[in-house]
């Protein structure tokens, strides 16, 4: 039985997530338009008859500004320690020498394949593309894939099972990640926050799930979305109270699918002044 974890490196919005997702068939990671949606890293644990992948989306690979980027990044390192292959992707479209010098500082030691993402949508010379990458030292082979629309990603998979070791399974096989399920309810609302709010709001915020009972007919999921100033706090409320009813509403129905129950959501807005830079905080907070 092939047994390894593989892991996705690459610059914000290169796919990793959407790419973590199309494996596992199902919502792990949270998506969005914007950069820097991912800050955990997450595991998706994928178990067949001859195999068992253990694949991580990591972070996006930033110049940390904050406490919490490097949080962030040390996610990036500890995914480069247990990686038996590395996954290094990036937009076709993205600049080439830039993920090369970021590939490049990663300093892998173990096989690594260039995934070119988002191929469907290329303006730039596919073919150059893969000669470019293949002459570099970290890479093994290149694939194009577009991990949105599921393409080239049978042929990843085979090339992949070529490079893991054999061995005994790691997890159960009705496992399909080591993270609680409060994690993911958490990541669910804030998507939401994402998807409903503009400039630095998403970047400013997080959620903390501080009750989560489950009952006869519903489960019950208190949370609290986290800001740095008051005026953020008014923003994330919206007129009335209108955008956090629109923020709660999408949430509760992305976490009924996850959970397949009724729930019932309640979130509050809590100011916490530079929760970023708080190494209490951000502990608190699970980072």
Known sequence: MKVGFVNIF?????????????????????????VQTTRHRIKGILTEKDYQVIFSDTPGIIEPKYKLHEKMMQAVKGSLEDADVALLLLDINDDWQLNDEIFSALRLKVPAIVLLNKVDKARKNVADAIEFFKAR??????????????LGLKELMEKILQYLPEGEPFFDDDNVTDLPTRFFVGELIREKIYENTDEE?????????HEFKEKTTLVKISANIIVNR???????????????KKIGTEARKEIEKFLGQ?????????????????????REYGY
Request: net charge positive; charged share 25%; glycine share 8%.
């Open 137 to 150: 030292p970290y890479c093994k082979t290149v694939i194009t894939i577009s991990a949105l629309q599921r």
């Open 201 to 209: 709001i998403p970047y400013h915020s997080t959620v903390l799930v």
């Open 230 to 244: 008051e005026t953020q706090k008014g923003i994330i409320l919206g007129e009335r109270g209108s955008k956090i």
């Open 262 to 282: 009724k729930v019932f959501l309640e979130l509050f807005v809590k100011v916490r002044p530079k929760w970023r830079e708080n190494e209490t905080h951000l």
């Open 10 to 34: 690459g610059r914000p919005n290169a796919g990793k997530s959407t790419l973590l997702n199309a494996f596992m068939g199902e919502k792990l990671a949270i998506v969005s338009p914007k």
